[in-house]
């Protein structure tokens, strides 16, 4: 499928959410933890009970029948979610078949651990934060081409880990040496 396929089908996603009176880009939505605090909540002993907020891009979607995994990957790491038909209802289950990879995603729900131990925030309620109307790069190759790389520098942060740490660390070093001038 070409990228014009791609983001012909994706605009049609975003005009059927409309219809169902779905803001596809919201202008305010409150998280609670990143994905590394609440994988810590489940590090520092047993699930708390209290509801959690996490938002993200959708880095991986699993569907099995009337349950669906997706990963969310936010500034601090990834976090898996859950989703079950009988518990965010049938509206909400429709909307995640019109979710992308890349797109970005809230979700509000409880903390547990799967049976092979992955932290999970099971969703008890779901806000699409921004519809993707292009495809992310590649995973697995990533961007190969150092000229879109140079170019779309938006696009290599969010494709590679590495590069994106590598901003991060010398943003905080900039930010540290401001600051110590600033004194």
């Known amino acids: 499928m070409g990228e014009e396929e791609i983001v012909s089908l994706r605009k049609s996603k975003l005009e059927r959410l409309r219809s169902r009176g779905i803001d596809p880009y919201p202008a305010r939505f409150r998280r609670t933890h990143t994905a590394q605090e609440a994988v810590a909540l489940l590090t520092d002993g047993p699930a708390p009970a209290d ?3 996490v ?5 991986a979607m699993r569907q099995m029948g009337k349950a669906s995994f997706i990963d969310l990957r936010d500034t601090s790491g990834r976090i898996q979610t859950y989703f079950r038909r ?7 289950y429709e909307t995640l078949r ?11 729900g409880t903390l547990f651990r799967t049976r092979s131990g992955e932290p999970t925030v099971e969703a008890r309620s779901i806000t699409l934060l921004a519809k993707a109307l292009r495809a992310p790069p590649e995973k697995w190759h990533g961007l190969q081409d150092v000229e879109v790389r140079y170019r779309q520098r938006y696009l290599d ?4 880990p590495a590069v994106r740490e590598t901003f991060l ?3 905080r070093a900039i930010g540290a040496i401001r600051r110590f001038l600033d004194a």
Do not use: C
Request: hydrophobic letters at 50%; aromatic letters at 4%; charged letters at 20%.
């Open 55 to 59: 938002a993200g891009r959708v880095t």
């Open 51 to 53: 509801a959690i907020t």
């Open 98 to 108: 019109e979710i992308d990879l890349g797109d970005f995603l809230g979700v509000s």
């Open 86 to 92: 009988d518990v965010i209802g049938q509206e909400a």
């Open 169 to 171: 660390v010398r943003s």
């Open 157 to 160: 942060l969010a494709a590679n």
